[in-house]
């Protein structure tokens, strides 16, 4: 289940509940490329609840990246479960997302 929701800052928090994979990768593709297409300024994803996503979903994390840029926004790993975080850090993803909890 992903909740999306915007802040008085002008950001938008997506707060994932749970794995992303299968059918809760499109899910997560749709909440990414909506915020993406809102006017917000920043898109702060929730990720605490997540032990684990797909390649599939990682892909659409990358490619969602590469659109928000575009646009002039930032996607921001704002929390991330621990398990994940070692993940994410393996394969440099804090070299691409600013993760600023991740350490």
Known sequence: ???KRELQTGDVVIEVRGNILGDAV??????LYGA???PCRNILL????VRTMN???IG???LARKKSAAVGKTIKIDKCDPGLTK???A???DSIFEMPNSR
């Open 1 to 3: 289940m992903i909740v």
């Open 26 to 31: 499109e899910e997560f593709r749709e909440a």
């Open 36 to 38: 993406i297409d809102s």
């Open 46 to 49: 929730d990720l605490e609840k």
């Open 55 to 57: 390649s599939r979903a």
């Open 60 to 62: 659409v994390l990358l």
């Open 87 to 89: 993940s994410l850090l």
């Open 91 to 93: 394969v440099r993803f």
